[in-house]
């Protein structure tokens, strides 16, 4: 199965504006992605070539609460700790053979959620979506598959003003995830999907263990605590085994810290 990472998910407690407003004042242009009525949830987003960072928030919480979509579970569940990255989404073209893939390995899904959105525009985009479903603190990351060719799809984001020129040709080089034990969490991922481990060092400063894996054009660190002084440390005390870091390349100019989170 290939695997590339399509979007990372950024829990915010306020309006998606906020977050179109925030990366304003540091010279991006994010917009406002719209509305999942269905969910009780809305969004706004910010491209790094062919990858997001989506911020999503709860715009109804009747219905937010009833929702069964596990990524909308969690977000009600997790903002409860506080704001921040939560999720990690992979893209897929065949959504039905990586289920089987996983189910193979003896990796238990849920079974396929259809979603949608409807945009600032009204126009509605949809896709499908795979969860995990023995997920403890929602360490696995899920799938989408946008049922057509990314080169169409990035066409018609180009097209309507959702890119932003100057991150058109970046990437997201690196996550760092807190773990409370990196080998573990990597043992696991590379069992499950198609990454490999690549490094495996302690922080300068010695309050990191840090155990990496290559996930398509995209490093993943799993960064286990060895003291009180580590970051990680931090956010496993508040949010649990949670993304809390994400590297651009090129890097930014200035790191930017949002809603509980650091972009780099």
Known sequence: MELKLDHIVHFIKGHPTEAVNAWKNHGYHAAMGGSHENWGTYNSLLYIG???????????????????????TQLTQDLQNGEGVGQICF?????HELQRELENKGCVTLPIFQGSRKREDGSTISW????????PQHIYPFFIDWGMEDDIRFQELKRIGMLDEKLEDASVQAIFIAAE?????????????????????????????????????????????????SEASAVLKTRGEKPFAIQFAPSLEKEVNLFGSSYL
Do not use: V
């Open 50 to 72: 062919q990858t997001y960072l989506e911020f999503l928030s709860i715009e109804k919480k009747e219905i937010a609460d009833q929702s069964d979509n596990p990524l909308i």
């Open 181 to 229: 034990d990196s080998e573990k969490s990597a043992k696991e991922w590379t069992k499950l999907f198609p990454f490999e481990i690549k490094d495996t060092y302690k922080t300068s400063n010695q309050h990191e263990k840090r155990i990496s894996i290559q996930a398509g054009s995209t490093e993943i660190f799993f960064c286990q605590p060895l003291n009180e002084e």
């Open 128 to 135: 499908s979506m795979l969860f995990i479903k023995n997920n």
């Open 91 to 95: 893209r897929t073209n065949n959504i």
